[in-house]
C-alpha cells in the first residue's frame, strides 16, 4: 500500500467533490457515511488498476486541509522487468492520475480572483472549494463517450456498470466493494456487451487499442494547443465534437477549455448573464464571456453545469 498526499494550492473540498460525484450519473458513486471517497480504476498504464481511499485533514487558518490517499496497485500481469522497475516511478504515476481525477494538479491560487466577476463569485458562494473531479482517465471518458452515445444516460451508466461488474476487477476498499471499469487490454477482449450495438463494441475495441498506443495520454493532450488535441480525438472512431471536448476537459483534465459543443452550458451562460435565451446559441458570444475565466475556463463552465442540474426547468 501507498500513501500520498497533496497540499490543495488554492480552494478545494473533497466534500464538495464526493457531492459532485453523486450527482454525476457515469460515476454510479454512493457517499460514504465516514466521508472517505474510495476510488477503484484502471491506471494510465493500461494494465494496472488502482484502489484508492481519500480524505482530507480539516483545514487550517482559512486555507484548506491536506488531502491523503492510501492506495494498492495490481499490476496485472507484468514482465519481469517491469515488475523489477516499477516501486517510485509506478507511485508517482499513480499519484499524478489520482491528483488529475481531483483536479489537484491544477495551481488553483488565482481561482478566488475570478470573483470579481459577481457570476463566478455567485458560482463560489453556491460551491466552495469544488473543483471539476474527473473521469478516471481519457480513456474510459471516450469509452463513456461511445457507450452514451444517443441512448439515454441512466441507460448508459446501467450498461457501463454492467461492463465494469462483468469485466473489470472487483475491488475491497474500506468496508466496500467496487468494480473498476476494465483496462484497455481487458476491454479490447470484450466480444458482447449486452445493451451495446456491434458497432458500439467495435469502437470501444478502437478505444482501447488507441489508449494502449498511447493517443489517449493526459499529459501528451493537454500539452497539445486544445484545438489540435481535439482534432486528434474527432479522428478516434465515435468521437464526435462533444466527445471530444469531454474526453480534453473530463478525461485529461484540461482546466482551460471553453466547451462550444454542449449546449447546457451554453444556456446555463445565457441565463447567468442576463443575456437572452436566443445568445444560448450564439457560441463566439459565450466563448468571449468565457474569456474572462481564463485560465479556469473548464472549472467555471463545471459550475455553470452543476447551478443548470441543481435548477428545475419550468415551462
Avoid at 489537484?104 to 478566488?112: Q, S
Avoid at 469509452?143 to 441512466?154: D, H, K, L, S
Wanted: proline share 9%; glycine share 8%; aromatic share 6%.
Amino acid at each position: 500500500m501507498t500513501a500520498v498526499s497533496f497540499a490543495p494550492a488554492g480552494p478545494f473540498s473533497l466534500a464538495a467533490s464526493s457531492r459532485f460525484l453523486e450527482c454525476f450519473t457515469p460515476a454510479s458513486h454512493q457517499r460514504a457515511a465516514d466521508e472517505l471517497l474510495r476510488l477503484a480504476f484502471p491506471a494510465d498504464d493500461g494494465t494496472s488498476v488502482v484502489a484508492a481511499t481519500v480524505r482530507q485533514d480539516p483545514g487550517t487558518g482559512g486555507g484548506p486541509g491536506m488531502v491523503r490517499a492510501e492506495c494498492t496497485v495490481d499490476p496485472g500481469a507484468p514482465a519481469p522487468a517491469e515488475a523489477a522497475t516499477a516501486g517510485a516511478a509506478a507511485d508517482q504515476v499513480v499519484r499524478a492520475q489520482l491528483a488529475r481525477i481531483l483536479s489537484l494538479d491544477v495551481d488553483g491560487t488565482g481561482f478566488p480572483a475570478l470573483a470579481a466577476d459577481p457570476v463566478v463569485a455567485g458560482l463560489m458562494a453556491d460551491h466552495p472549494g469544488l473543483r471539476p473531479v474527473c473521469f478516471h482517465s481519457p480513456y474510459e471518458a471516450a469509452a463513456w463517450a461511445v457507450i452514451g452515445n444517443r441512448i439515454r444516460m441512466t441507460q448508459a451508466a446501467a450498461i457501463k456498470a454492467g461492463i465494469a461488474r462483468r469485466h473489470g476487477p472487483r475491488v475491497h476498499l474500506a468496508g466496500r466493494t467496487l468494480h473498476a471499469f476494465p483496462t484497455p487490454a481487458v476491454l479490447r477482449t470484450v466480444r458482447h456487451v449486452p445493451g451495446l450495438t456491434d458497432v458500439k463494441i467495435q469502437r470501444l475495441h478502437s478505444l482501447a487499442e488507441a489508449a494502449l498506443d498511447g493517443q489517449l495520454d493526459a499529459a501528451r493532450l493537454r500539452a497539445l494547443p486544445a484545438d489540435h488535441a481535439l482534432a486528434e480525438l474527432r479522428a478516434l472512431p465515435g468521437i464526435g465534437p462533444f466527445s471530444a471536448e469531454l474526453v480534453l476537459i473530463r478525461g485529461a483534465g484540461h482546466p482551460d477549455v471553453f466547451p462550444r459543443h454542449e449546449p447546457r452550458v451554453h444556456r446555463a451562460v445565457a441565463a447567468a448573464y442576463g443575456l437572452g435565451a436566443p445568445a444560448a446559441a450564439d457560441v463566439a458570444r459565450l466563448a468571449d464571456v468565457a474569456d474572462g475565466w481564463r485560465p479556469y475556463r473548464s472549472w467555471v463552465a463545471t459550475l455553470l453545469r452543476v447551478r443548470a442540474q441543481d435548477t428545475p426547468r419550468t415551462g
